[in-house]
């Protein structure tokens, strides 16, 4: 079986090297054109099955409708992936959610977002950073309930930084809304000067362990 670049199959070739299947599919996932067996491979474009007894493509979590080029399912992460329930992933060329359920960044509360400022540190009215005991943060007040000036960032602490939390999260199959608790958490975050922040080099760093690819 061979594939394009993304992983749908696009032909099939048997022990002898000779083409027994071939099929061309457009952008919607509509069959173009087909030579061999009629259904030899139900696999369409990733992560869809097509069910001929209803003619829609299997999503796991949602049926895609072919035909017109829509989920015919409503997103079970609700409109936290939007206002439009059947829409596909925004933008395919970046994004990748094959399964309809890929977590992202949650909406920090204000009840969380005041506990987090309410343990950091204060100088003359003016937010510190957490890294970095002597550094003021600089600017006007961060939220009109903030207790201090500082345009500060709401940073993740060493260990907890937010791609970590989401493989974590996605390796215990999480939905949005339990995702959007747990990143609820004030425990997990600190102020931070927005530099220091952006700079990343406060992170506690990825395990090389998990980046070898089990070489021997």
């Not at 749908?8 to 027994?20: C, F, H, R, V, Y």
């Not at 977002?113 to 002597?134: Q, T």
Request: aromatic share 12%; charged share 30%.
């Amino acid at each position: 079986m061979t594939s394009c670049r993304l992983g749908t199959p696009l032909q099939a070739i048997d022990s002898e090297g000779k083409l027994i299947w071939e099929r061309e599919l457009d952008i919607y996932g509509r069959i173009r054109k087909e030579k061999g067996e009629k259904g030899f491979c139900n696999f369409r474009y990733q992560g869809q099955y097509f069910d001929s007894e209803v003619d829609l493509c299997y999503n796991r979590y949602r049926y895609y409708d072919p035909s017109t080029g829509i989920y015919i399912s409503q997103d079970p992460i609700g409109l936290a992936g939007g206002l439009n329930l059947y829409s596909y992933v925004h933008d395919s060329n970046f994004w990748v959610d094959i399964f309809g359920l890929y977590l992202h960044r949650p909406y920090i509360r204000v009840s969380t977002r005041m506990a987090v400022e309410k343990e950091a540190n204060i100088i003359n009215n003016r937010f510190v950073d957490a890294n970095n005991p002597n550094k003021l943060i600089k600017g006007g007040k961060r939220r009109s309930y903030s207790i201090a000036e500082g345009k500060y960032h709401l940073g993740h602490k060493k260990g907890n930084e937010f791609w970590r939390e989401k493989e974590k999260a996605e390796v215990e199959g999480l939905t949005q809304k339990q995702f959007n608790d747990r990143m609820n958490n004030p425990a997990l975050y600190q102020i931070e000067d927005p530099y220091e922040n952006m700079s990343h080099k406060h992170e506690k760093k990825k395990d090389k362990k998990l980046n070898s690819c089990n070489k021997k």
